[in-house]
């Protein structure tokens, strides 16, 4: 049902997903007020390849048959799909700014624009 749930969360999910998009559209039909996303972003072709590398082999221990598209995708790349899909306003923060460790987490904060959508 539209508009089911005041808040949505996707957490560390959507680079699981063969359409994350499709995904990200079906949280916001759902949510009355924002979806929050957490996901891990990369900078340059380095921290890809380690992102890749680090979600095959710690996702391998939980299952076998775990989807592994690696749909990772840049800050930025996520803030265009979130502006493309007319969310309202997109708020950014980093979650673990621990400059040591090979991943960048970020949350997204999509806040509705209840007159518009």
Known sequence: MNRSFDNVCLIFALHHMSDPIAAVRECLRVTKKR?????????????LSLLKLLDYHGNRVISEDM??????????????????????SVTVENIRPNHWRPSRHRMFILEKDNERL
């Open 67 to 88: 989807s592994l598209p690696f749909n990772f995708r840049t800050e930025m790349e996520w803030k265009g799909v979130f502006k493309s899909l007319d969310t309202g």
């Open 35 to 47: 979806l929050i996303v957490l996901e891990d972003v990369y900078q340059n072709s380095f921290e």
